[in-house]
Protein backbone atom coordinates (compact mmCIF):
# COMPACT_ATOMS: atom_id res chain seq x y z
CA UNK A 1 0.00 0.00 0.00
CA UNK A 2 1.15 3.70 -0.38
CA UNK A 3 0.18 6.67 0.96
CA UNK A 4 -0.02 8.22 -2.24
CA UNK A 5 -3.15 6.54 -3.86
CA UNK A 6 -0.94 5.53 -7.05
CA UNK A 7 -0.15 1.30 -5.77
CA UNK A 8 -3.11 1.15 -4.32
CA UNK A 9 -5.16 1.86 -7.58
CA UNK A 10 -6.72 -1.39 -9.03
CA UNK A 11 -6.31 -2.07 -12.56
CA UNK A 12 -9.09 -2.48 -14.64
CA UNK A 13 -10.33 -5.56 -16.10
CA UNK A 14 -7.08 -7.32 -15.07
CA UNK A 15 -8.28 -10.88 -15.76
CA UNK A 16 -9.58 -9.85 -19.37
CA UNK A 17 -6.90 -7.70 -20.45
CA UNK A 18 -4.22 -10.88 -19.44
CA UNK A 19 -6.49 -13.63 -21.50
CA UNK A 20 -6.51 -11.32 -24.05
CA UNK A 21 -2.77 -10.09 -24.40
CA UNK A 22 -1.85 -13.86 -23.50
CA UNK A 23 0.94 -12.80 -22.30
CA UNK A 24 4.03 -15.27 -23.66
CA UNK A 25 7.71 -15.71 -22.08
CA UNK A 26 9.74 -14.65 -25.29
CA UNK A 27 7.02 -11.95 -26.22
CA UNK A 28 7.69 -8.13 -25.65
CA UNK A 29 5.28 -6.05 -24.34
CA UNK A 30 4.39 -2.17 -24.39
CA UNK A 31 2.04 -0.77 -21.75
CA UNK A 32 1.60 2.55 -23.10
CA UNK A 33 0.07 4.27 -20.22
CA UNK A 34 1.72 2.25 -17.14
CA UNK A 35 -0.11 4.59 -14.55
CA UNK A 36 0.47 2.51 -10.98
CA UNK A 37 2.01 -0.19 -12.81
CA UNK A 38 -0.58 -2.86 -11.98
CA UNK A 39 -1.16 -3.99 -15.52
CA UNK A 40 2.42 -4.02 -16.43
CA UNK A 41 3.07 -6.06 -13.14
CA UNK A 42 1.03 -8.87 -14.43
CA UNK A 43 1.71 -8.88 -17.46
CA UNK A 44 5.61 -9.24 -16.17
CA UNK A 45 4.13 -11.96 -14.23
CA UNK A 46 2.28 -14.28 -16.69
CA UNK A 47 5.24 -13.90 -19.22
CA UNK A 48 8.00 -15.00 -16.74
CA UNK A 49 10.72 -16.03 -16.68
CA UNK A 50 12.09 -13.90 -19.80
CA UNK A 51 9.18 -12.38 -21.57
CA UNK A 52 9.89 -7.90 -21.18
CA UNK A 53 8.07 -5.00 -21.20
CA UNK A 54 8.30 -1.33 -21.80
CA UNK A 55 6.20 0.73 -19.87
CA UNK A 56 5.39 4.60 -20.87
CA UNK A 57 3.08 7.06 -18.87
CA UNK A 58 3.45 11.03 -19.56
CA UNK A 59 3.32 11.92 -15.78
CA UNK A 60 6.83 11.20 -13.98
CA UNK A 61 5.35 10.35 -10.80
CA UNK A 62 3.72 7.53 -12.40
CA UNK A 63 7.17 5.93 -13.66
CA UNK A 64 8.73 6.86 -10.40
CA UNK A 65 6.03 4.52 -8.55
CA UNK A 66 5.77 1.61 -11.18
CA UNK A 67 10.31 1.76 -11.50
CA UNK A 68 9.55 0.73 -7.52
CA UNK A 69 6.48 -1.40 -8.16
CA UNK A 70 8.35 -3.37 -11.08
CA UNK A 71 12.18 -3.24 -9.63
CA UNK A 72 11.86 -7.33 -8.49
CA UNK A 73 11.58 -8.03 -13.04
CA UNK A 74 14.84 -6.34 -13.30
CA UNK A 75 15.98 -6.03 -16.99
CA UNK A 76 13.22 -7.25 -18.17
CA UNK A 77 11.26 -4.03 -17.85
CA UNK A 78 11.98 -0.74 -19.58
CA UNK A 79 10.19 2.62 -18.53
CA UNK A 80 10.14 6.14 -20.38
CA UNK A 81 8.41 9.28 -19.41
CA UNK A 82 6.66 10.02 -22.89
CA UNK A 83 3.26 10.53 -24.39
CA UNK A 84 2.72 7.27 -26.19
CA UNK A 85 1.47 9.30 -29.41
CA UNK A 86 5.19 9.97 -29.99
CA UNK A 87 6.15 6.63 -29.75
CA UNK A 88 6.96 6.70 -33.37
CA UNK A 89 9.22 9.73 -33.09
CA UNK A 90 12.17 7.90 -31.14
CA UNK A 91 13.39 4.93 -33.54
CA UNK A 92 14.17 2.86 -31.22
CA UNK A 93 10.75 2.19 -29.32
CA UNK A 94 9.39 2.23 -33.05
CA UNK A 95 11.84 -0.47 -34.79
CA UNK A 96 10.76 -3.07 -32.09
CA UNK A 97 8.85 -5.89 -32.48
CA UNK A 98 5.77 -6.40 -30.06
CA UNK A 99 4.23 -9.34 -29.01
CA UNK A 100 1.42 -7.11 -27.67
CA UNK A 101 0.18 -3.78 -26.54
CA UNK A 102 -1.77 -2.13 -23.91
CA UNK A 103 -3.12 1.48 -23.66
CA UNK A 104 -5.67 1.93 -20.60
CA UNK A 105 -6.47 5.55 -21.57
CA UNK A 106 -7.52 8.60 -19.33
CA UNK A 107 -6.39 9.47 -15.91
CA UNK A 108 -5.51 7.39 -13.15
CA UNK A 109 -7.57 7.85 -9.85
CA UNK A 110 -4.47 9.07 -7.91
CA UNK A 111 -4.09 11.82 -10.42
CA UNK A 112 -7.66 12.52 -10.23
CA UNK A 113 -7.22 12.56 -5.65
CA UNK A 114 -4.02 14.62 -5.73
CA UNK A 115 -5.53 18.11 -5.01
CA UNK A 116 -2.81 20.47 -6.37
CA UNK A 117 -3.13 19.05 -9.67
CA UNK A 118 -6.69 20.75 -10.08
CA UNK A 119 -8.49 17.21 -11.73
CA UNK A 120 -11.02 16.78 -9.56
CA UNK A 121 -14.39 19.56 -9.45
CA UNK A 122 -15.02 17.97 -5.67
CA UNK A 123 -11.89 19.80 -4.26
CA UNK A 124 -11.01 23.97 -4.42
CA UNK A 125 -7.50 23.78 -5.69
CA UNK A 126 -5.85 25.83 -9.01
CA UNK A 127 -6.98 24.43 -12.40
CA UNK A 128 -4.25 22.64 -13.56
CA UNK A 129 -5.17 19.94 -14.97
CA UNK A 130 -1.14 18.30 -16.36
CA UNK A 131 -0.41 15.00 -16.27
CA UNK A 132 2.98 16.09 -15.44
CA UNK A 133 5.32 19.29 -15.30
CA UNK A 134 5.49 19.70 -18.86
CA UNK A 135 3.04 22.16 -20.85
CA UNK A 136 1.04 24.86 -19.89
CA UNK A 137 -1.31 24.53 -16.62
CA UNK A 138 -5.27 24.90 -17.75
CA UNK A 139 -5.75 28.28 -15.50
CA UNK A 140 -3.10 30.09 -17.97
CA UNK A 141 -4.39 28.78 -21.06
CA UNK A 142 -8.13 29.85 -20.39
CA UNK A 143 -6.28 33.13 -19.29
CA UNK A 144 -4.92 34.22 -22.37
CA UNK A 145 -6.64 32.43 -24.97
CA UNK A 146 -9.12 33.69 -27.12
CA UNK A 147 -12.79 31.74 -27.88
CA UNK A 148 -11.22 31.38 -30.98
CA UNK A 149 -8.61 29.40 -29.90
CA UNK A 150 -10.29 27.48 -27.36
CA UNK A 151 -12.84 26.84 -29.64
CA UNK A 152 -10.74 25.16 -32.26
CA UNK A 153 -8.78 23.49 -29.00
CA UNK A 154 -12.34 21.88 -28.08
CA UNK A 155 -12.80 20.95 -31.55
CA UNK A 156 -9.76 19.32 -32.30
CA UNK A 157 -9.01 17.60 -28.76
CA UNK A 158 -12.97 17.16 -28.26
CA UNK A 159 -14.06 15.45 -31.30
CA UNK A 160 -16.61 19.07 -32.32
CA UNK A 161 -16.86 18.62 -35.45
CA UNK A 162 -19.70 21.54 -36.10
CA UNK A 163 -19.22 24.82 -36.57
CA UNK A 164 -19.68 27.51 -34.26
CA UNK A 165 -21.59 30.49 -35.26
CA UNK A 166 -21.08 33.68 -34.00
CA UNK A 167 -24.48 35.91 -33.17
CA UNK A 168 -23.97 38.90 -35.37
CA UNK A 169 -26.98 40.30 -33.45
CA UNK A 170 -28.60 39.92 -30.39
CA UNK A 171 -31.27 37.42 -30.70
CA UNK A 172 -35.12 37.75 -30.30
CA UNK A 173 -36.09 36.52 -27.26
CA UNK A 174 -40.05 35.48 -27.89
CA UNK A 175 -42.35 33.86 -25.76
CA UNK A 176 -43.84 30.30 -27.05
CA UNK A 177 -47.38 30.67 -27.98
CA UNK A 178 -49.73 28.42 -29.53
CA UNK A 179 -48.34 29.84 -33.38
CA UNK A 180 -45.09 29.02 -32.51
CA UNK A 181 -45.52 25.33 -32.07
CA UNK A 182 -44.01 24.48 -35.67
CA UNK A 183 -40.72 26.66 -34.66
CA UNK A 184 -40.89 24.97 -31.53
CA UNK A 185 -40.80 21.61 -32.82
CA UNK A 186 -38.24 21.86 -35.76
CA UNK A 187 -36.29 23.04 -33.09
CA UNK A 188 -36.00 20.13 -31.03
CA UNK A 189 -36.94 17.90 -34.05
CA UNK A 190 -33.50 18.66 -34.96
CA UNK A 191 -30.94 21.39 -33.85
CA UNK A 192 -31.24 21.26 -30.38
CA UNK A 193 -30.03 18.30 -29.30
CA UNK A 194 -27.81 17.86 -32.20
CA UNK A 195 -24.55 17.05 -29.83
CA UNK A 196 -26.53 14.80 -27.29
CA UNK A 197 -29.07 12.25 -28.90
CA UNK A 198 -29.72 10.63 -25.95
CA UNK A 199 -32.14 13.50 -24.72
CA UNK A 200 -33.40 13.89 -28.07
CA UNK A 201 -36.42 12.35 -27.13
CA UNK A 202 -37.34 15.25 -24.35
CA UNK A 203 -39.05 17.80 -26.00
CA UNK A 204 -38.99 19.04 -22.78
CA UNK A 205 -42.07 17.59 -21.37
CA UNK A 206 -41.05 15.63 -18.35
CA UNK A 207 -41.90 18.43 -15.91
CA UNK A 208 -45.53 18.57 -16.97
CA UNK A 209 -45.59 14.80 -15.97
CA UNK A 210 -46.27 13.66 -12.58
CA UNK A 211 -43.92 10.91 -13.12
CA UNK A 212 -40.33 9.98 -12.12
CA UNK A 213 -37.21 9.69 -14.67
CA UNK A 214 -37.83 6.06 -14.76
CA UNK A 215 -41.20 6.46 -16.15
CA UNK A 216 -39.91 8.71 -18.39
CA UNK A 217 -37.24 6.52 -19.91
CA UNK A 218 -40.31 4.47 -21.64
CA UNK A 219 -42.06 6.60 -23.25
CA UNK A 220 -40.88 7.51 -26.75
CA UNK A 221 -40.13 10.52 -28.73
CA UNK A 222 -43.44 10.80 -30.61
CA UNK A 223 -45.55 10.43 -27.58
CA UNK A 224 -43.56 12.90 -25.72
CA UNK A 225 -43.63 15.33 -29.29
CA UNK A 226 -47.17 15.24 -29.62
CA UNK A 227 -48.22 15.43 -25.55
CA UNK A 228 -46.11 18.62 -25.45
CA UNK A 229 -47.90 19.76 -28.83
CA UNK A 230 -50.86 19.10 -27.37
CA UNK A 231 -50.04 21.33 -24.71
CA UNK A 232 -48.64 24.24 -26.30
CA UNK A 233 -51.65 23.98 -28.85
CA UNK A 234 -53.97 24.70 -25.93
CA UNK A 235 -51.46 27.70 -24.40
CA UNK A 236 -50.74 25.03 -21.23
CA UNK A 237 -47.27 25.27 -22.16
CA UNK A 238 -45.02 28.66 -21.37
CA UNK A 239 -41.29 29.37 -21.70
CA UNK A 240 -39.12 31.43 -24.14
CA UNK A 241 -37.38 31.12 -27.50
CA UNK A 242 -34.01 32.58 -28.49
CA UNK A 243 -34.34 32.99 -32.48
CA UNK A 244 -31.52 33.35 -35.12
CA UNK A 245 -33.47 35.11 -37.93
CA UNK A 246 -35.84 32.43 -38.62
CA UNK A 247 -34.94 29.35 -36.37
CA UNK A 248 -34.75 28.65 -32.98
CA UNK A 249 -31.73 28.88 -31.56
CA UNK A 250 -32.54 28.59 -27.82
CA UNK A 251 -35.18 27.51 -25.07
CA UNK A 252 -36.00 28.19 -21.56
CA UNK A 253 -38.36 26.41 -19.71
CA UNK A 254 -40.19 28.98 -17.26
CA UNK A 255 -43.77 28.59 -16.62
CA UNK A 256 -45.98 28.98 -12.88
CA UNK A 257 -44.62 26.16 -10.36
CA UNK A 258 -47.81 24.70 -10.21
CA UNK A 259 -48.32 23.37 -13.64
CA UNK A 260 -44.44 21.38 -12.85
CA UNK A 261 -45.89 18.63 -11.29
CA UNK A 262 -42.36 16.36 -11.42
CA UNK A 263 -41.37 19.50 -8.88
CA UNK A 264 -44.29 17.98 -7.07
CA UNK A 265 -42.11 14.93 -6.72
CA UNK A 266 -39.14 16.64 -4.96
CA UNK A 267 -39.81 17.75 -1.20
CA UNK A 268 -36.78 20.26 -1.34
CA UNK A 269 -37.79 22.09 -4.41
CA UNK A 270 -41.38 22.97 -2.56
CA UNK A 271 -42.12 26.50 -2.63
CA UNK A 272 -43.88 28.01 0.22
CA UNK A 273 -46.10 30.11 -1.98
CA UNK A 274 -46.62 27.59 -5.02
CA UNK A 275 -49.70 30.20 -6.40
CA UNK A 276 -47.12 33.08 -6.81
CA UNK A 277 -44.06 31.38 -7.74
CA UNK A 278 -42.75 30.95 -10.83
CA UNK A 279 -39.97 27.80 -11.85
CA UNK A 280 -37.13 28.20 -13.96
CA UNK A 281 -36.25 24.32 -15.00
CA UNK A 282 -34.62 23.66 -18.38
CA UNK A 283 -32.14 25.42 -20.90
CA UNK A 284 -31.26 24.04 -24.12
CA UNK A 285 -29.05 25.96 -25.94
CA UNK A 286 -28.10 24.59 -29.84
CA UNK A 287 -24.37 23.63 -29.96
CA UNK A 288 -23.11 26.28 -31.94
CA UNK A 289 -24.77 28.99 -30.40
CA UNK A 290 -22.98 28.59 -26.79
CA UNK A 291 -21.02 31.10 -24.61
CA UNK A 292 -22.37 33.47 -26.30
CA UNK A 293 -24.27 34.75 -23.25
CA UNK A 294 -27.99 33.41 -24.55
CA UNK A 295 -28.98 32.02 -21.49
CA UNK A 296 -28.88 34.80 -19.85
CA UNK A 297 -30.73 36.71 -22.24
CA UNK A 298 -33.27 33.71 -21.65
CA UNK A 299 -33.77 34.05 -18.32
CA UNK A 300 -34.19 37.64 -18.05
CA UNK A 301 -37.15 36.93 -20.22
CA UNK A 302 -38.78 34.29 -18.54
CA UNK A 303 -38.39 36.42 -15.43
CA UNK A 304 -40.35 39.16 -17.49
CA UNK A 305 -42.93 36.41 -18.83
CA UNK A 306 -43.41 34.79 -15.05
CA UNK A 307 -44.07 38.36 -13.78
CA UNK A 308 -46.59 39.18 -16.49
CA UNK A 309 -48.25 35.96 -16.05
CA UNK A 310 -48.95 37.48 -12.16
CA UNK A 311 -45.96 35.35 -10.41
CA UNK A 312 -44.38 37.21 -7.45
CA UNK A 313 -41.62 34.38 -7.31
CA UNK A 314 -39.43 33.42 -9.34
CA UNK A 315 -37.11 29.57 -8.43
CA UNK A 316 -34.35 27.46 -9.89
CA UNK A 317 -32.43 24.94 -9.29
CA UNK A 318 -29.36 25.32 -10.48
CA UNK A 319 -26.58 22.28 -9.40
CA UNK A 320 -23.49 22.75 -6.94
CA UNK A 321 -21.05 22.42 -9.18
CA UNK A 322 -19.87 24.43 -12.17
CA UNK A 323 -20.02 21.31 -14.66
CA UNK A 324 -20.34 22.91 -17.97
CA UNK A 325 -22.10 20.31 -19.91
CA UNK A 326 -25.17 19.07 -20.68
CA UNK A 327 -25.97 18.16 -17.43
CA UNK A 328 -25.93 22.20 -16.33
CA UNK A 329 -29.37 22.19 -18.15
CA UNK A 330 -31.00 23.85 -14.60
CA UNK A 331 -28.77 26.90 -15.35
CA UNK A 332 -26.00 27.67 -13.72
CA UNK A 333 -25.84 29.08 -9.87
CA UNK A 334 -23.21 31.99 -11.19
CA UNK A 335 -25.84 33.02 -13.90
CA UNK A 336 -29.01 33.28 -11.17
CA UNK A 337 -26.81 34.79 -8.87
CA UNK A 338 -25.53 37.72 -11.33
CA UNK A 339 -29.44 37.63 -12.47
CA UNK A 340 -30.10 38.69 -8.67
CA UNK A 341 -31.49 35.46 -7.54
CA UNK A 342 -30.64 34.76 -3.67
CA UNK A 343 -29.86 30.85 -2.53
CA UNK A 344 -32.81 29.64 0.07
CA UNK A 345 -30.94 26.45 0.10
CA UNK A 346 -29.01 23.52 -0.77
CA UNK A 347 -31.05 20.46 -1.71
CA UNK A 348 -28.52 17.56 -2.48
CA UNK A 349 -27.03 18.46 -5.20
CA UNK A 350 -28.35 21.16 -6.13
CA UNK A 351 -29.17 24.93 -4.73
CA UNK A 352 -32.80 26.45 -4.62
CA UNK A 353 -32.27 29.95 -5.63
CA UNK A 354 -35.01 32.79 -5.63
CA UNK A 355 -35.80 36.01 -7.10
CA UNK A 356 -38.56 38.53 -6.16
CA UNK A 357 -40.17 39.61 -9.22
C1 LIG B 1 -5.99 4.73 -16.15
S1 LIG B 1 -4.32 5.09 -15.81
C2 LIG B 1 -3.47 3.62 -16.13
C3 LIG B 1 -3.54 2.64 -15.01
C4 LIG B 1 -2.65 1.47 -15.20
N1 LIG B 1 -3.09 0.62 -16.31
C5 LIG B 1 -2.51 0.66 -13.92
O1 LIG B 1 -2.63 -0.56 -13.96
O2 LIG B 1 -2.27 1.25 -12.88
C6 LIG B 1 -3.92 6.10 -17.17
C7 LIG B 1 -2.49 6.58 -17.18
O3 LIG B 1 -2.25 7.02 -18.53
C8 LIG B 1 -1.39 8.13 -18.48
N2 LIG B 1 -1.57 8.82 -19.76
C9 LIG B 1 -2.66 9.48 -20.21
N3 LIG B 1 -2.44 9.93 -21.46
C10 LIG B 1 -1.18 9.54 -21.80
C11 LIG B 1 -0.39 9.69 -22.97
N4 LIG B 1 -0.87 10.34 -24.03
N5 LIG B 1 0.83 9.14 -22.99
C12 LIG B 1 1.29 8.45 -21.90
N6 LIG B 1 0.60 8.30 -20.77
C13 LIG B 1 -0.62 8.82 -20.72
C14 LIG B 1 -1.82 8.90 -17.27
O4 LIG B 1 -0.76 9.71 -16.80
C15 LIG B 1 -2.18 7.78 -16.30
O5 LIG B 1 -1.09 7.47 -15.46
Redesign the pocket.
Known sequence: MSVDGWSE?E??LLSETISLLKPRSNGLYL??????????EAILEASAPDGRLIG????PR?IERSRMRLARFGDRVELHE????TLAESAELAAVRLAGA?L?????SA?IDEKARGFSYQQDAPLDMR?GPRGEPARDLLARADIDELTEIIRRTGGWDGERVSLASPPDVRRLTPDRLDDYLRYFDGPAFADNPVWSRCYCLSYHLNAMPGDFDERTAAQNRAEKAELIRRGDATGVLAYAGADVVGWCHAAPRTTLKLLDGTPAFASDDPERTGAIVCYVIAPQYRGQGLARRLLDAACDMLRDLGMQYVDAYPPKDAAGDARSYHGRLAMYLEAGFEQLREAGRYVVVRKTL
Open positions: HPVDGTLGGGGHALDRDARNFALDLGLSQM
